[in-house]
């Protein structure tokens, strides 16, 4: 069925370290794959979204990448900094009967100490 | 412009009681989610609409749950009756359809829900 993976479910960093997380989604026709960011009490928060016709997508501090073939996708934050903590979730799209929706994965914690 | 709107922002009610959460899409939108957060299952997709329709209600878990969205501007989530294991924070998000192409999903700043 459809399903996306994410991982790790929690990640600590240093500020100024880099961040990674990642996912492996199931359906082959998923063709859209956003990030979102959620804070603590607040709404998921779009903040980079990636096609299937590109493989890495850049927006300052924040990219991510696309395997096609191997079915996994990548956040990727440079830099860190203690705002960057939040809970980061991926999501993959899922095509059924003309009509849209999204499969989300689990969530990864991350916190960035000072 | 103004964001996707949900009300009541909290609400606090006894088992068994009704609950109506509402929700007011981006306008111009055409897809309406409902979703509901916790800590063991994560971002559930209850029930989407599409043009007013719904389209997949799967993800709805019992018969005491039910959606409806009377026009372009306006979903409710009913529960009826409530239970405690209902107590989450529910999501409204709406979006717009690409000619063909996804469209990012914008979510309400959500009902948390807690059931005594």
């Known amino acids: 069925g459809e399903n996306v993976e994410q991982h790790p479910s929690t990640l600590s960093v240093q500020e100024g370290d880099s961040a990674v997380i990642k996912c492996t989604y199931s359906?082959?026709?998923?063709?859209?794959f956003p990030w979102y960011k959620q804070e603590l009490g607040k709404r998921p928060q779009l903040i980079i979204d990636?096609?299937?016709?590109?493989g890495e997508k850049k927006d300052q501090r924040i990219a991510v990448t696309l395997n096609k073939t191997a079915k996994h996708f990548s956040l990727h934050i440079t830099e860190t900094q203690p705002e960057d903590s939040a809970v980061y979730f991926c999501?993959?799209?899922?095509?059924?009967?003309?009509?849209?929706?999204?499969?989300f994965g689990t969530g990864t914690r991350l916190l960035v100490s000072p | 412009d103004a964001g996707v709107i949900q009300s009541p922002r909290h609400e606090v009610t006894e088992m068994g009681q009704e609950v109506t959460l509402r929700c007011k899409p981006i306008?111009?939108?055409?897809?309406l989610f409902w979703y509901r957060q916790t800590m063991m299952r994560g971002l559930e997709l209850l029930i989407y609409?599409?043009?007013?329709?719904?389209?997949?209600d799967s993800g709805m878990p019992e018969d005491r749950f039910s959606a409806k969205m009377p026009n372009a501007s306006f979903s409710t989530l009913k529960i009826q009756p409530s239970e405690p294991r209902d107590s989450a924070v529910y999501f409204c998000?709406?979006?717009?359809?690409?000619?063909?192409?996804?469209?990012?999903?914008?979510f309400g700043d959500g009902t948390r829900l807690s059931i005594l």
């Open positions: 306008s111009g939108h055409d897809y």
């Open positions: 998000a709406s979006s717009l359809s690409g000619t063909g192409r996804n469209q990012p999903q914008h």
């Open positions: 990636i096609r299937s016709n590109v």
């Open positions: 999501a993959a799209s899922i095509r059924n009967t003309g009509f849209q929706k999204l499969v």
């Open positions: 359906d082959s026709a998923s063709n859209y």
């Open positions: 609409f599409n043009n007013n329709v719904p389209i997949d």
